[in-house]
């Protein structure tokens, strides 16, 4: 038998026992339903941590040199963490040093964060964090300035009393206001107001765009750091991967000499990337991906077992029609055939229809929660295969058995 005539007899047995064809249908869809949600939720969140949460924290082709990690997706322990509190801290006497080492072409910034109090005639004391910068800071964060300038070089070198603001401070601080050029004061210090970023979004709910930034050479390191010349990161950025790992030698030999240590020794500071913020989430994202498929596979068991019981139970009442067949001459394989097409495509239509409300699903969370989704198409190509998979299992035994059958006490089958 042709395999579209056997397809287009399995779609004409669907349609007229509806109600048998629905139940066969329910496993399946339900299992591959629950498989596209899942995956896509992981797929989902693991785009979300590498473009959206650590990809705007960490720029493209950058690492970030640090006295600790600056995030940290896995458990870290009591003992790393005071490993880590002893380590020597940054000064703006390393600067130097380090960028006179980068290679040709290798942008660079200094940065030192804090959370502060900042307020302004128009609004009550709010907390915000401050981030103190120089360098090509901007530039390697891909932050624009949608309204006013960025800093001048001069600002930056002298130290000038201006800042840039996130979105969130401007609704804040200045409600229905033009932010540009009026004051707002963080500590006990005034800066003007001279640029708006764009906004950087927000990560499960949490903001990224209340900030105030300023010259780090401005009075504003005083609260960012304990002493005034400490740096919290020097932060660089090259143009392809093979120039990055060559800075980051550079910079590893460049620091361990300025901290003595010896080639036994480890590193007494940290170098990350994205990549290296991200490992632990790489590890818990294919653990994570084999339970989502694992999970909903028992939901196809289920779907299995009932598409065998109903195909037994169709070979059982189409007896004298196999009869009828086998004596016009259908041969073993035909009936085989035909009965293996038919629930092969109950279950990938099944299969089809689990993938529809399985995308649909997962797009409803992701509009009703934070968690976010993205549909792998990967996933899309299991589901079939998985559905068609199961049906053709699960119709092997039932369609065997009508194959078996004996043409004559078929035909005495009533």
């Known amino acids: 038998m042709p395999f579209l005539e056997a397809v287009r007899l399995a779609l004409a047995t669907i349609r007229v026992q509806k109600l048998k064809s629905f139940f066969t249908l329910a496993g399946v869809c339900i299992g591959v ?19 959206d949460l650590v990809g705007k924290l960490i720029a493209v082709n950058s690492f970030e040199l640090r006295r600790a990690p600056n995030i940290n997706l896995g458990d870290v322990d009591r003992a790393e963490w005071e490993s880590w509190r002893r380590r020597p801290r940054l000064f703006i006497s390393d600067l130097l040093p380090v960028v006179e080492a980068l ?11 804090a959370s502060v109090t900042a307020v302004t005639r128009f609004s ?14 901007f530039a390697i964060k891909r932050l624009a300035v949608q309204d ?4 001048t070089s001069q600002e930056l070198a002298h130290g000038e009393n201006v800042v840039i603001i996130g979105p969130d401070m401007v609704e804040r601080a200045f409600p ?12 006990t210090t005034p800066y003007r107001v001279i640029g708006v970023t764009e906004s950087r979004g927000s990560a499960f709910g949490i903001s990224f765009d209340n900030f105030v930034i300023a010259p780090w050479r401005s ?3 005083k609260l960012l750091n304990p002493a005034s010349q400490m740096i919290d990161a020097v932060v660089v950025q090259a143009e392809n991967q093979a120039v990055l790992l060559e800075a980051q030698e550079r910079v590893r030999a460049v620091m361990r000499t300025r901290h003595g240590l010896r080639p036994s020794q480890p590193d007494d500071f940290a170098m990350q990337t994205s990549e290296s913020a991200l490992e632990f989430w790489n590890k818990l ?30 070979v059982a009442e189409r007896t004298r029609e196999i009869g009828i067949r086998k004596a016009l001459g259908a041969k073993r394989r035909d009936i085989l055939a035909q009965f293996l097409v038919e629930s ?9 229809i689990g993938i529809a409300m399985g995308i649909g699903l997962a797009q409803a969370i992701a509009a009703a929660t934070p968690l976010p989704a993205s549909v792998a198409p990967w996933s899309i190509v299991v589901g079939v295969g998985v559905g068609m998979g199961v049906g053709i299992v699960s119709g092997v035994y039932p369609a065997s058995r009508a194959a078996r059958l004996d043409p004559v006490v078929a035909l005495r089958q009533e």
Do not use: C, H
């Open 148 to 151: 006013g300038r960025e800093f």
């Open 103 to 113: 290679p040709e072409g290798t942008r660079w910034a200094q940065e030192s964060e």
């Open 219 to 221: 009075p504003i390191r």
């Open 33 to 51: 339903m629950f498989l596209i949600t899942v995956v896509s939720i992981i797929e989902g969140m693991g785009r979300y941590m590498k473009e």
């Open 176 to 187: 229905g206001l033009d932010p540009i050029g009026r004051e707002i004061r963080i500590g």
């Open 285 to 314: 994202e294919g653990y994570l991906v084999v339970a989502g498929v694992a999970l909903p596979a028992i939901g196809l068991v289920v779907g299995a077992i009932v598409i065998m019981n109903i195909m037994l139970v169709a």
């Open 124 to 137: 009550r004391p709010r907390s915000t964090t401050a981030m103190g910068v120089d360098g090509d800071w």
């Open 344 to 352: 092969a495509t109950l279950s990938t239509l099944g299969a089809l």
